[in-house]
């Protein structure tokens, strides 16, 4: 039972563009959003999060959307940069579950 | 701040033996987790302790999978004895109060089973 999902592997965007990468969610019980990236043989490193009483949380070229009602968020990179290519995880509090992850590739 | 330290970085068994674990989390936080990752999953929580206490072990394999954080800091998995199927990244993470805040994660323990 897959709770948090993130339905694409991967996604290639030119630099500069906006990069968007989707999260779903099943539980309307989850409290707090948030997503972490993750380089090459390092652990996950925190990048932003989102309460589920917010529908908008930004930060530098950073931006989480909340859907409630469909059970969707989304995290929008903008301008996207090469430092940028890495996997994407969304998670979902109070238990941190995460989803397969999204590998992004920015391409100069 | 010191990040949460973890080893070995990389190790590698046979079937049928034992591995342990090692995870020291940052100083101050009373919540440890181990997460497993399968290449190309996410990670999946395998056990989270609040202190030294047990919180959730529900998808610890317990018939193989222990886990242990005696003192309320640090903490040891062990895999005794290990299958092919083991064969992940394990993920060692801590917040500073339970189901708050954000995860901070080491940098993992990558265990190949031959």
């Known amino acids: 039972d897959q709770q948090v999902k993130q339905n694409s592997p991967s996604l290639s965007v030119q630099e500069g563009r906006i990069s968007i990468l989707n999260c779903d969610y099943t539980?309307?019980?989850?409290?707090?959003f948030l997503w972490y990236k993750k380089y090459p043989a390092e652990g996950p490193t925190f990048l932003i999060s989102?309460?589920?009483?917010?529908d908008k949380n930004e930060d530098g070229r950073f931006t989480v959307f909340l859907n409630k009602s469909a059970k969707h968020l989304s995290l929008h990179i903008v301008p996207s940069q090469p430092g940028d290519s890495a996997v994407y995880f969304c998670a979902a509090r109070p238990k941190y579950i995460f989803g397969t992850g999204t590998r992004l590739k920015v391409l100069a | 701040e010191a990040g949460v330290a973890q080893s070995p970085r990389y190790k590698i068994i046979e079937k049928r033996q034992s591995v342990a674990f090692w995870c020291n989390p940052i100083?101050?936080?009373?919540?440890l987790y181990w997460y497993q990752q399968i290449l190309g999953q996410g990670p999946k929580l395998l056990i989270q302790f609040q202190n030294n206490g047990v919180v959730d072990d529900s998808q610890l394999p317990k018939d193989r999978f222990s886990a242990e954080r005696l003192k309320g800091v640090d903490s040891t998995l062990k895999i005794q004895p290990a299958k092919l199927e083991d064969s992940a990244v394990y993920l060692c993470?801590?917040?500073?109060?339970?189901?708050?805040?954000?995860?901070?994660f080491g940098e993992g323990s990558r265990l190949t089973v031959l």
């Open positions: 993470a801590s917040t500073q109060e339970r189901n708050t805040g954000e995860l901070f």
């Open positions: 539980n309307s019980m989850f409290d707090y």
């Open positions: 100083s101050g936080h009373a919540t």
């Open positions: 989102i309460s589920s009483i917010k």
